[in-house]
């Protein structure tokens, strides 16, 4: 948390500097989501994100923004009877996101933005077909992501958003020691642990403040 925080320090000073003013966002949507490094694969677990923030203005076509958000992530198997497979995998995240993000607008339309966030894990729940298993295996505390994305204003005040959000930094280590090789680096790096992979799916409202 302390990092976002001497990250937007610049920008609130900046602000303040050139008399800006700072926007209210309202912002509503899911996160489809998935874990990297479980047996599973696909976007199959559909939480709910929503919260506040607060935007700024660094040039005509250059934002900045700073949210507040309840965001759940996780990852889930069905069992598929019909193909034999009783397996079932649940596993729900319940996070509490402070994410720093730069926008820029193209054409007064379309939306393009790049950022950081930092994460805490308030609760979670994790369960199998053999029944549920929560804390047996402890997540981290805190998680870091990345986040990219696009979107498109519907007019000055409503706004739509997809975003890609990956974790950086494992949220749950491997408890099991793995003898395998990867010859590709980044699987080298990436390959620690759990990481949280997510797509965002969000309805934004601005309210403008006069200056």
């Not at 870091?144 to 949220?171: A, C, D, M, P, Q």
């Not at 980044?186 to 642990?193: C, D, E, I, P, Q």
Request: net charge positive; charged share 15%.
């Amino acid at each position: 948390m302390k990092i976002l925080f001497i990250l937007f320090l610049p920008i609130v000073l900046f602000s303040q500097e050139k008399k800006s003013t700072f926007d209210l966002i309202l912002n509503l949507g899911v996160s489809p989501a998935q874990i990297h490094g479980d047996a599973y694969s696909g976007f199959h677990k559909v939480g709910f994100l929503g919260g506040v923030g607060v935007e700024t203005k660094i040039s005509n076509q250059l934002q900045s923004s700073l949210s507040f958000l309840f965001i759940q992530k996780g990852a889930q198997k069905n069992q598929n009877p019909t193909k034999n497979d009783f397996s079932a995998y649940y596993l729900n995240l319940n996070y509490l996101e402070v994410p720093l993000l730069f926008t820029y607008t193209s054409n007064k339309k379309y939306l393009f933005d790049i950022g950081v966030s930092a994460g805490y894990l308030i609760n979670y729940y994790e369960d199998t077909e053999q029944g549920n298993f929560t804390g047996k295996y402890p997540f981290n505390n805190f998680e870091y992501s990345v986040k990219v994305g696009l979107g498109y204003h519907i007019n000055e005040k409503w706004f739509v958003n997809f975003r890609s959000s990956n974790s950086f930094i494992t949220i749950r280590p491997n408890y099991t020691k793995q003898a395998i090789y990867y010859n590709n680096l980044l699987a080298r790096l990436f390959n620690k642990g759990y990481y949280n992979n997510i797509l965002e799916f969000t309805l934004g409202y601005r309210i403008k403040t006069k200056k």
